[in-house]
């Protein structure tokens, strides 16, 4: 009976530190919660146990939500949470060395649970602890609903579309849709082999292969598999040997019908740098863009990251954190975290007011002052000009219209003068930039097209684009 209970009791610890793993990410979960930390479960209060007063402190501040929400998770009831600083024994020279089989701190200290504590969660618990995490809950917006319908067709039919292509600028959420897509095809079909590589994953793992480990085991790996997702692969550029890897690899599993989900932060045909084969490859599947949430997106993502760690959140402070923080979601998360670490550290409720203040560095950290090179940096790098290009007085559309944009955007987002903008995109009048205002203002509303590389673009596209290179540097 004895033996049964430490069983148990082991795999209760285990289950939690995993939980705990899945939430906050294992590099980060290593780097706080290792071989130091323990965690002691008496009734219903769990302890933190830390060696030294930095550790616990830093372990309240920034993971007491997280703790709390994967006992939740696991338990399916409220715990007592507190932490404690528990000295670590140093060992004396004449002290014996640990077995090597012995139990880690977290299982000695599970010995010692009651009995009725230790009762693993059933199975229908797991499953609804984990459907949270689903394709359904992904949170929908004008900038990607096309991306998320395909994942959802892609989460019923693994394979129906392969490859699945997302791009968009960092911060979209390319690398959260993916990982949904992994997750769902787990959960909703019981699928076991899923794969989610980052393209530094990927190399690693084939440059291992190649130094010792053998090939045919990354293939198996990567091959032998249902659904297999790389993010941003444009950071395969230059790496000749692993793009030739990678190309066998699509081609594999395309061959056997398999799914393929790859994203990156431009569209196929402005990966040059890949080679002609990948981008052929990526194209021949479905191809769908993410753009910057809008603001009733980011409020849709606040309201949820708010629901999911149990926060208490007034919706005027959400709307209001949706408002300012513009782009990038994890600026919406970081934000969160700092009202509630600020709330528990003043013991203050989080109302508009406390939200402002707190919040105000951020809210102005947000707020970009373009200037007029940044706009001929953002228009030369989207049309892959020369900055002379720009300037100079050649009249060809190569030149001439991503000038034309330059002058508009320069109207839009700066306070410079016609002559000044004039002067600074090498024009002798400030009619030229009325004229260019005008035309642009008419292509917008004609819905015309305008030559990006290769290929033709529509000029809201384009400006769009420029105006992502403006907000991410």
């Known amino acids: ?78 715990v007592l949470l507190d932490f404690q600083v528990v000295a670590v024994a140093k060992q004396t020279s004449s002290a014996p060395s640990p077995a090597l089989d012995s139990p880690p701190p977290d299982e000695q200290a599970a010995k010692t649970l009651p009995l009725r504590t230790v009762a693993p969660p059933t199975r229908p618990v797991r499953r609804e602890a984990t459907r949270s995490r689903t394709i359904d809950t992904f949170v929908v917006g004008v900038g990607n ?91 395969f550029a230059g790496k000749r040997a692993t793009l030739v890897e ?77 408002a300012e923080l513009t782009g990038d979601a994890r600026r919406i998360a970081g934000a969160l975290n700092r009202l509630e670490a600020t709330s528990e550290a003043l ?33 030369c790098d989207t049309f892959g000009l020369d900055s002379r290009a720009l300037k100079d007085g050649s009249k060809t559309k190569s030149a001439s219209h991503p000038r034309m944009l330059a002058m508009w955007l320069a109207r839009k987002y700066t306070r410079a003068a016609f002559s000044e903008i004039s002067e600074h995109f090498g024009r002798r009048s400030h009619s030229t930039v009325i004229s260019a205002e005008k035309k642009v203002n008419r292509w917008v509303s004609d819905g015309a097209t305008i030559q990006l590389g290769q290929a033709a673009c529509n000029v809201e596209d384009a400006i769009r684009r420029i105006e992502t290179q403006l907000r991410t540097g």
């Not at 609903?145 to 791009?167: D, H, M, N, Q, W």
């Not at 979209?172 to 989610?196: A, D, F, N, P, Y």
């Open 1 to 78: 009976m004895t033996q049964e209970v430490t069983r148990d009791a082991q795999e209760v610890i285990k289950d939690l530190r995993k939980c705990l793993a899945g939430r906050i990410g294992a590099d980060r979960f290593d780097l706080w919660f290792g071989k130091q930390i323990r965690f002691e479960l008496v009734e219903d209060r769990l302890s933190v146990c830390a060696p030294d007063q930095f550790s616990l402190d830093r372990l309240r501040k920034h993971f007491r939500s997280d703790i709390l929400s994967a006992a939740r998770e696991l338990f399916q009831r409220e």
């Open 145 to 235: 609903r096309v991306a998320v319908t395909a994942a959802k067709s892609i989460c019923e039919r693994p394979g129906s579309v392969s490859p699945l292509f997302i791009y968009g600028p960092p911060g979209c959420g390319k690398s959260h849709l993916q990982e949904t897509i992994c997750s769902t095809v787990r959960q909703s079909l019981g699928l076991r082999r899923v794969l989610s590589l980052s393209s530094e994953q990927f190399t690693s793992y084939f440059l291992e292969a190649l130094q010792g480990s053998g090939l045919p085991s990354f293939r198996r790996k990567c091959r032998d598999i249902d659904v297999l997702a790389i993010d941003n692969i444009q950071f």
């Open 246 to 322: 990678l190309q066998h690899t699509i081609d594999s599993l395309l061959r056997h019908g398999k799914q393929l989900i790859l994203t990156a932060d431009r569209p196929p045909n402005e990966l040059g740098r890949l080679g002609p084969e990948l981008a052929a490859r990526v194209s021949g599947g479905l191809v769908c863009g993410i753009e910057h949430a809008d603001y009733e997106t980011r409020l849709g993502i606040a309201k949820q990251m708010a629901v999911r760690s149990r926060r208490s959140m007034p919706d005027e402070v959400l709307q209001l954190v949706a």
């Open 347 to 379: 013991d203050q409720a989080i109302t508009l007011d406390f939200a402002r203040s707190t919040l105000a560095d951020i809210f102005r950290a947000t707020v970009q002052v373009v200037r007029l090179t940044d706009i001929e940096r953002a228009v």
